[in-house]
């Protein structure tokens, strides 16, 4: 008899224990950025550290009403931090113009024309939004050409992976930047 009490009074214990153990780690694994806030870290010789606030030197052309005010709503969107690395001023066009990290990663909101693109040229469409890369001698330049008004994200070499960081503006993009109909034909589905 009581080693049927003994069982019971085990079995209740694991019936309240396990669903509080798993409350437990499921409140811990959302606490510390759960599935959203996981992102993998950036390459060893681009990890975060003391980074450079002085501003960054960008161009900044004088905008037509239309896109000066997309490229407004753009920079609006953006975050204060992508990936560990902190937003820096700008020297020029803060409406239109943001940079992050040192070395920095800018973004270039209306600066330039649309890149023309081959129709077998290679095309990224990343979380919605569609870019085409061109790599210079230091740095990658990612221009969307899926969009009303381009924007173009140079990401320095020495971050691995430039479509990783790229990836962070599209969300940005989507919410701000209108996309238009003629689009290269690997940017559709």
Not at 83 to 110: F, K, S, W
Not at 111 to 135: E, H, I, K, N, R
Not at 161 to 176: D, L, M, T, Y
Request: include cysteine.
């Amino acid at each position: 008899m009581a080693d049927q009490a003994t069982r019971g009074a085990a079995r209740l214990a694991a019936l309240i224990a396990v669903p509080i153990a798993l409350l437990a780690g499921l409140i811990a694994f959302w606490s510390l950025g759960g599935l959203h806030g996981a992102r993998p870290a950036a390459s060893a010789s681009a990890s975060p550290g003391p980074q450079s606030t002085a501003p960054v030197a960008m161009p900044a052309p004088s905008l037509a009403d239309r896109p000066a005010t997309v490229c407004r709503a753009l920079i609006a969107q953006l975050p204060s931090q992508i990936r560990g690395l902190d937003d820096r001023p700008v020297t020029a066009g803060p409406e239109q113009n943001a940079a992050y990290g040192d070395p920095a990663i800018t973004v270039g909101c209306g600066s330039g024309p649309m890149p023309s693109v081959a129709p077998t040229a290679d095309v990224f469409v990343l979380s919605g939004v569609c870019w085409y890369a061109q790599q210079g001698k230091d740095t990658s330049t990612w221009t969307t050409v899926d969009r009303e008004v381009p924007v173009a994200v140079t990401v320095p070499s020495r971050y691995d992976q430039p479509a990783q960081w790229v990836i962070e503006f599209s969300g940005p993009v989507v919410a701000s930047v209108p996309s238009i109909a003629d689009t290269p034909s690997g940017c559709r589905n």
